[in-house]
């Protein structure tokens, strides 16, 4: 993990998904100063793309969040990084696994629209951004992927990380499970199973049994 956040091999590419943007915004401040380009995912997209103006009808949002996913954006273009957002979803009026799935571009999300997973433009486009990047982080999944109409999101991210030459770190308790779902687990780098553990390290805090660690190593 530390290779990847202290000397990593560039550009390097973070893709954060998941549910909600609270849980997540320690790691996405900590990591905007180290990454070239950052890929939020789940519905911690619906924040940032509502955010940003767009029309997200009855998706999952953390109005609270809002002006902080306004400020990381901000931020983002003030350091010349890159935050890629979705162009186009894959949206349904239920949230439910044998719901009707319908692929629109985000100009066209309708009040009764619930975004589950990110469409095909988009995917291919994070593909594409994967296969250039020389560092990759991954975690959390783009999209609904339990349910098989809303799971072409992130098992596009999770085979381009898999084909990708870069150095590739995965964690978390969701993003293990589309690892599994997707096989990719043997050709990634490193996996990380301690996904509380992970999302502290990426927030850039200290983890007592690796401090224990280094103490050891430094005759302490």
């Known amino acids: 993990l530390a290779k990847a956040l202290h000397q990593p091999a560039r550009p390097v590419l973070a893709i954060v998904g998941g549910a909600k943007v609270s849980t997540k915004l320690g790691v996405l401040h900590n990591l905007l100063p ?105 975690n959390g999944p783009v999209g609904v992927f339990e349910f098989d109409s809303f799971a072409n999101g992130s098992a596009t991210l999770a085979r381009a990380i898999a084909a990708s030459n870069g150095f590739s770190i995965a964690g978390g308790g969701d993003t293990l499970s589309a690892i599994v779902r997707f096989d990719v687990g043997e050709q990634l780098s490193y996996i990380s199973t301690g996904g509380g553990a992970f999302l502290e390290f990426l927030e850039g805090k200290t983890l007592p049994a690796i401090a224990m660690l280094q103490q050891r190593a430094a005759g302490g």
């Open 34 to 138: 180290q990454i070239d380009q950052l890929i939020v995912g789940g519905g911690i997209a619906n924040t940032f793309l509502k955010a940003a103006g767009h029309n997200i009808g009855q998706s999952l949002l953390e109005t609270a969040l809002l002006a902080e996913a306004e400020t990381l954006l901000q931020q983002a273009a003030q350091q010349g990084k890159q935050i890629l957002l979705p162009v186009d979803a894959v949206c349904a009026k239920t949230f439910s696994a044998d719901a009707r799935a319908t692929c629109k571009p985000m100009t066209a999300i309708a009040s009764n629209d619930l975004i589950l997973d990110i469409g095909p433009t988009t995917a291919n486009t994070y593909a594409r951004k994967i296969d250039h990047a020389a560092t990759i982080l991954w």
